[in-house]
């Protein structure tokens, strides 16, 4: 029990009945109102963690900002909540930036990323003033120069493959050699010649990042000396990509934990009147949540088979990645007697599995299943397979919730056809 509670947002409580409650809301009286499944957001965790970051990296570094990685939830009321705590974010296509200048975010602290980068989001980007654009290749910089109107300039970052490895899953690597994000140092140093001597364009600095779900700091201070070595420059984007807790047995570093490796090293080998900007997403959202599901089939036989009324339209990240989670039964996490089981959803598809392998009690027909420590790229990635309506999202605060998505409907579906 107290290892389950443990991976669910800060404010989590268990009722004298059992019931799992966040921060004020129990999970019953919750899917009652939104039905299932849902996504539960807990504000004041997602609060707290950007408060963390930012005055976290201030203390260590003054000249310094946080952006909010968006692609790790770019809900318009997630991406308005880091802007009220003085975040800028960080998108990673036309759509993000459309919802990001809908959450109020001044596009100065913007920056945009992205390997292959349309015409469209460029000229996105020249148009609402974006502060920074991650350039990725010689292409971005050709796209940049033919929209940039004579007597302007945009800001550039040189995005860099450091060369470091991390220990973490291939989908998720970003920094090694090879890697289809950035420029090798050799291929950089060239780019920002270019990039210094177009009309157009203000090199600003230098953009690193190693990978997501990283649960060691020592790849992020390794990626700051590559990116040293290419010159002094007024910017240095470090990137994001601290993991997040999702199971018991995880041990992810501690914010201050990572900002003291990654600003120990950026004392050692930037100057000390840059700007460092740093890029949390996962880290920052992925415990802020859970996901609630209605429990619809248990069929036993050579393994007992839970089933749910979501799966991989909410959360790909087990089957794009093989991510671990864990699960309980509401109102039954502390029984004694617990059945070991595979948790699936209900798509056609046999790699449609939410956990394989965890401990339940007693599951049956109409249990409430919660998953926590769905806070990242599960909404990101869902999707309309087999007709499935992608689910709501639900923040709430000191025993209120309020709707932030609501739920997809039929119409929703067949919105778009126009034959």
């Known amino acids: ?55 976290g990296l201030a203390a260590r570094w003054p000249n310094s900002r946080v952006v909010f990685a968006s692609k790790a939830f770019p809900c318009t009321a997630v991406q308005r909540l880091m802007v009220s705590e003085g975040l800028g974010l960080d998108v990673a296509g036309g759509g993000e930036i459309i919802t990001a200048l809908r959450a109020g975010v001044d596009p100065a602290l913007i920056v945009l990323h992205g390997n292959a980068k349309s015409d469209e989001e460029i000229a996105l980007a020249v148009e609402h003033g974006i502060g920074l654009v991650a350039v990725d290749n010689s292409d971005d910089v050709d796209r940049l120069e033919a929209t940039v109107p004579a007597g302007r300039t945009q800001a550039v970052l040189v995005r860099v493959i450091p060369g470091v490895t991390a220990d973490t899953h291939s989908h998720v690597l970003t920094g090694h050699e090879g890697s ?194 769905t806070g990242a790229y599960c909404y990101t990635m869902a999707n309309n397979y087999n007709g499935n309506r992608r689910i709501p999202v639900v923040f709430v605060r000191d025993g209120a919730a309020r709707l932030v998505v609501r739920r997809e409907t039929y119409d929703d579906l067949i919105a778009r056809d126009v034959g």
């Not at 009945?17 to 997602?46: I, Y």
């Not at 009147?273 to 036993?300: D, F, H, N, Q, W």
């Open 180 to 373: 289809k994000f950035g420029l090798a140092p050799d291929a950089a140093a060239e780019l920002i010649k270019r990039i210094e001597a177009s009309p157009r364009l203000d090199m600003r600095g230098l953009h690193v990042h190693v990978g997501s779900q990283i649960l060691d700091v020592e790849p992020f201070a390794e990626s700051v000396a590559p990116v040293a070595a290419l010159g002094e420059f007024p910017v240095y984007d470090l990137g994001g990509g601290l993991g997040a807790r999702y199971t018991w047995t995880d041990r992810r570093p501690e914010v201050a934990d990572y900002l003291d490796a990654l600003i120990g090293a950026a004392r050692t080998h930037l100057p000390a009147a840059a700007e460092i900007i740093i890029e949390p997403g996962r880290s920052m959202v992925a415990e802020s949540a859970c996901t609630l599901y209605r429990v619809t089939t248990v069929k036993r036989g050579m393994h007992t088979f839970v089933a749910v009324d979501g799966g991989m339209g909410d959360n790909l990240e087990v089957s794009l990645f093989e991510q671990r989670f864990e699960a309980g039964i509401v109102g039954r996490f502390d029984w004694p007697d617990q059945e070991r089981v595979i948790v699936v959803g209900r798509h056609c598809e046999s790699g449609d599995v939410l956990v394989d392998g965890v401990p339940l009690a007693g599951p049956k027909v109409g249990d409430l299943l919660a998953v926590p420590a």
């Open 1 to 55: 029990m107290a290892d389950l509670l443990s991976l669910f947002p800060s404010g989590s409580r268990l009722a004298e009945d059992g019931m799992v409650s966040l921060d004020g809301c129990r999970a019953d009286e919750l899917v009652e109102q939104f039905g299932t499944p849902v996504l539960v957001v807990a504000e004041q965790a997602v609060r707290d963690r950007a408060r963390e970051y930012a005055d």
